[in-house]
């Protein structure tokens, strides 16, 4: 095997600034293989930008995008608006080695396809070979279920589905308090990747469990009215920034018939956190990452007291939730977002791409056309 293989590691725009280099690609040795893990050699690969802490699984699930200024004034930071561009480690590959002191009995072999969950201490970017340090950070995928899906999952549907999970708790409490004739009303903010999945799963767990719940779509940008309808059975609501606040509180009232229940908002800003409470019903619930829930909860604090609302942080999943998705997925009961699939090399210009919502659904980098 040659010692030497490629490397894309992508920085936050809203971090390093338009005006520079955020995508960097260079040569790197191949990792060795860790005594309790394995090597996997990377076929697809979710376009995140890496997050600028010690630890992945515990802060990738958030947007890190700066001030709010930062998101907001610049159509070149569209795409952290509304999540279709976000921080996080999505790898989908086929295992290449597995190091000489892991369990034969542990359910993974050489050649398993496979998903590596975000653990602590990722790489600082994509390569096409990764030394995973502990077998258990790997999930087995079908050898049906394409790659490129497969990769979608373990950062940015993660997030999504522990979203979702964390909200039926909500949903349920809210649907006993307004009987068996009320509606719970749940409100998704955006139409990029990580909105999208929350969309599919939020009509999975809710809609398909006969709870009565009304689903909208509040969407950020023009281009997210066809992907929110292709979803089917929801109703969207523009967010047009350039109109005044009183004018698209009202409009998201009356498109949910009153106010919500429940807000899902993965690429919150000062502007949408304030609109999200004041569309909310007293004893509702907005979910939002948990660094941007750092960033917003002291400006926030009193004013979710004063409209008796809670701001609830979420964190990337677990290992056990992404299992549950991969059969999620694989079953067909959850269908995946649309998504393109881009050689590695043109990473700057899919970024780029990305940054200005050009692309709809999920980008996915491909590192190997073929797992030989």
């Known amino acids: 095997m040659n010692r030497v293989c490629k490397q894309v590691s992508i920085e936050s725009p809203a ?46 699930s958030t947007c890190s995008m700066g001030s709010d200024s930062g998101c907001t004034t610049s159509a070149s930071h569209r795409g952290l608006r509304d999540s279709s561009f ?45 030394s995973v340090p502990e077998i258990h950070f790997l999930v087995k995928i ?86 929110a309808q292709e979803s089917g059975k929801v109703d969207v609501i523009q967010w047009n920034e350039e109109l005044y606040e009183r004018i698209l509180i009202e409009r998201t009232k009356d498109a949910c018939h009153g106010q919500v229940d429940v807000v899902i908002d993965f690429g919150t800003t000062s502007r949408s956190l304030n609109r999200s409470i004041q569309c909310l019903h007293k004893g509702g619930v907005v979910f939002l990452g948990h660094e941007t829930a750092d960033r917003l909860l002291p400006k926030f604090s009193r004013k979710a007291v004063e409209y008796g609302i809670t701001i609830e942080p979420v964190e990337t999943g677990t290992v056990e939730q992404l299992k549950e998705l991969v059969d999620l997925v694989h079953s067909g009961k959850v269908k995946p977002p649309p998504h393109s699939v881009f050689p590695a090399e043109e990473a700057s210009d899919v970024i780029n791409k990305l940054c200005k ?16």
């Open 86 to 130: 976000y921080p996080g480690y999505e790898v989908a590959g086929v295992v290449e080695s597995i190091g000489e002191e892991v369990d034969p009995g542990c359910g993974i072999k050489v050649g398993d396809h496979v998903i590596v969950y975000p653990f602590d201490e990722c790489p600082p970017g994509y390569a096409e070979y990764m």
């Open 142 to 227: 079908p050898d049906e279920m394409s790659l490129s899906v497969a990769a979608m999952l373990p950062s940015g549907a993660l997030w999504a589905l522990n979203t979702v999970q964390k909200a039926e708790g909500v949903v349920r409490r809210i649907s006993e308090e307004k009987g068996p004739e009320g509606m719970c009303h749940i409100l998704v903010v955006g139409t990029g990747g990580l909105a999208l999945w929350a969309l599919r799963l939020a009509r999975y767990f809710f809609s398909e469990k006969q709870h009565r719940v009304h689903i909208a779509v509040a969407c950020l940008r023009d281009e997210g009215f066809c992907l």
């Open 357 to 372: 919502s050009e692309i709809p659904g999920r980008a996915i980098l491909q590192f190997h056309s073929s797992a030989q």
């Open 15 to 60: 971090t390093v600034g338009m005006s520079k280099e955020y995508v960097f690609q260079y040569d790197v040795m191949v990792p060795d293989v860790p005594a309790l893990g394995a090597r996997v050699k990377v076929m697809c690969a979710g376009a995140c930008y890496r997050q600028r802490s010690a630890s992945v699984s515990s802060t990738s």
